[in-house]
C-alpha cells in the first residue's frame, strides 16, 4: 500500500480525503478483466471499483473512463468510477435521524465533518458470478450506523464495446432504511472537452459545498446549454436530470454518451480546477437527501426501503469514434 501521505495527497486532488483502511481488513488488489469483442473493462473487488474502461483501436488504446494507475491497490479517488451505496454525496455532519432513530456517520471526509458517498466504496466486494463478459460483485452491510442491514450488487456487462452497470440495493435487515443509488466516474480532460446534460435547477452551495437553495444555473455552468470543464468550476448537484449525458473530445472526434434509466434523475457535475479529470454523476437524489428530507422536501429524491425491498438503478456508457466535431 501506498504511505499515507501520498494516499493523502491523492484523496484531496481528486475532491475528498478517505479514512485509513483497518490494516486488519482483508483488502483484495487484484483487477479482474472482462473483454466483448471491442472493449476491456478492470473492476476490483476493492471498494468495488472500475480502474479501467478502453478500447484497442488502430493500434492505439483509447481510455473511456480516467484509468487507475499502476496495477496494485487502488483506493476510491484514484479509480476510474466507483458505487454509491446506500447514498450519494454528503450528510451534514453525518448524521441523520429517521423513523425515531438517530444515527452517526463515520466522518470519513476530514478535515470536513460531513459523511460522504456511502460504504460500498471503503468496503470489500466479493464476487458472486463472472463470465467473459460480465461480472457480478455483492457487497453487504450489517454495521449500527445505518437503520437496517442491506446488501449492494453491481453488475457489469459489455456489449459491442458498450459497458451497463446495474446496481441493486435490498434491505436485509428487519427494520425501514432511506435509500440511494448513483456512480461516481472519473472522466478524462482534455482540450476542448464538453458536456452536454438536460438538466432543471441546479443546487447552490456553501463554503462547505453542502445544498442551500435551488436556482437556475448560471452561464456557463449549466450542462443543458453545454458545458466547457476546463471552463467551469463546479461540484453541484442538478435537478432534472433527463437520463442523457454527453461527452464529446472534438480534438480526437470521439463520443460518450451517458445512458441513465428513471431511477437516476439527479446529476452531480465535478470540474476541479487545473486536474486532468472531471466527473458527471448520475444518482438516485440530491445531497443530504436524508436530512432535507426529515426536514419537510419532498423534492429529494430519497427512497424508504421496508424489510425484503430492493432498489435498481441502471446505466450505460456508450463509446462513439469518428464523430464530427
Not at 493500434?59 to 450519494?88: E, H, K, M, N
Not at 463478459?133 to 454495521?143: E, G
Not at 472522466?187 to 441546479?202: E, H, I, K, N, S
Not at 487545473?274 to 422536501?297: K, M, Q, Y
Request: aromatic letters at 8%; glycine letters at 10%; one cysteine or more.
Amino acid at each position: 500500500m501506498r504511505g499515507e501521505e501520498e494516499r493523502r495527497r491523492a484523496a484531496q486532488e481528486n475532491g475528498f480525503v478517505m479514512v485509513q483502511p483497518d490494516p486488519s481488513e482483508p483488502r483484495d488488489a487484484a483487477r479482474l478483466k472482462l473483454r466483448d469483442s471491442r472493449a476491456e473493462l478492470e473492476v476490483t473487488p476493492a471498494g468495488g471499483c472500475i480502474t479501467a474502461f478502453r478500447w484497442q483501436e488502430g493500434g492505439r488504446t483509447i481510455d473511456w473512463l480516467r484509468p487507475a494507475a499502476g496495477q496494485g491497490p487502488v483506493a476510491a479517488g484514484d479509480s476510474a468510477c466507483y458505487p454509491l451505496v446506500p447514498f450519494s454525496n454528503r450528510i451534514r455532519d453525518g448524521r441523520f435521524s429517521f423513523e425515531g432513530r438517530d444515527f452517526q456517520l463515520a466522518r470519513n471526509f476530514a478535515p470536513s465533518p460531513h459523511a460522504i458517498h456511502g460504504h460500498g466504496w471503503e468496503g470489500l466486494w466479493q464476487v458472486a458470478g463472472r463470465g467473459d463478459d460480465h461480472l457480478t460483485l455483492s457487497f453487504a452491510h450489517v454495521a449500527e450506523d445505518w437503520p437496517s442491514a442491506y446488501r449492494a450488487e453491481q453488475r457489469f456487462e459489455l456489449q459491442d464495446g458498450s459497458l451497463a452497470v446495474t446496481l441493486t440495493l435490498t434491505n436485509s435487515g428487519r427494520q425501514a432504511m432511506p435509500a440511494g443509488l448513483g456512480l461516481h466516474p472519473y472522466f478524462p480532460r482534455r482540450p476542448g472537452c464538453r458536456l452536454t446534460a438536460p438538466v432543471g435547477q441546479m443546487w447552490a452551495t456553501d463554503a462547505e459545498v453542502m445544498p442551500t437553495e435551488l436556482v437556475s444555473p448560471t452561464a456557463g455552468a449549466d450542462p443543458a446549454a453545454g458545458l466547457l470543464p476546463d471552463e467551469a468550476a463546479l461540484d453541484n448537484c442538478f435537478t432534472g436530470f433527463a437520463g442523457r449525458a454527453v461527452i464529446d473530445w472534438p480534438e480526437q472526434r470521439r463520443r460518450l454518451t451517458l445512458e441513465a434509466d428513471a431511477a437516476l434523475r439527479f446529476l452531480v457535475v465535478f470540474t476541479p480546477p487545473g486536474r486532468d479529470f472531471f466527473c458527471v454523476e448520475p444518482v438516485s437524489h440530491c445531497t443530504d437527501a436524508v436530512n432535507l428530507a426529515a426536514a419537510g422536501r419532498d423534492d429529494t429524491g430519497l427512497k424508504v426501503l421496508r424489510p425484503g425491498e430492493s432498489f435498481t438503478a441502471r446505466l450505460c456508457f456508450r463509446p462513439q469514434l469518428d464523430v464530427a466535431a
